[in-house]
Nanobody, 126 residues
Framework: QVQVEESGGGLVQAGGSLRLSCTAS????????MGWFRQAPGKQNDGVAC????????FYARSAKGRFTISRFNANNTLYLQMNNLKPEDTAIYFC???????????????????WGQGTQVTVSS
């Protein structure tokens, strides 16, 4: 049984930082590329960042470039998202997802990812 679980969300003031974590079990973690998505109220689920199985390649949405860093530690089946200089528009539920490719799907489309967590809420106050 595959389980994906996010943690690390919370309430932070604008300009602050948070680090999200995601653990995955029931899969060979180092054979999967991993992505972070987010969904704000009333909006679609958007890709934020993706990292391939070996951490060789990372991809970021325009809104995340320069502020967010995706990383992974395969020995612990863990994915991270370091978020700095947070803005109120970053407020959303953040989801971790796994795709059974060694590379990140072009465009980081939601439908390409196979396993999902339940999400963790990030709220940025102004």
């Amino acid at each position: 049984q595959v389980q994906v679980e996010e943690s690390g969300g919370g309430l932070v003031q604008a300009g602050g930082s948070l680090r999200l974590s995601c653990t995955a079990s029931g899969i060979n973690f180092d054979e999967y590329s991993m992505g972070w998505f987010r969904q704000a109220p009333g909006k679609q689920n958007d890709g934020v960042a993706c990292i391939d199985w070996s951490s060789t390649h990372t991809f970021y949405a325009r809104s995340a470039k320069g502020r967010f860093t995706i990383s992974r530690f395969n020995a612990n089946n863990t994915l991270y998202l370091q978020m700095n200089n947070l803005k109120p528009e970053d407020t959303a539920i953040y989801f971790c997802a796994a795709v059974s490719f060694g590379w990140c799907p072009p465009g980081q489309k939601e439908e390409d990812f196979h396993f999902w967590g339940q999400g963790t809420q990030v709220t940025v106050s102004s």
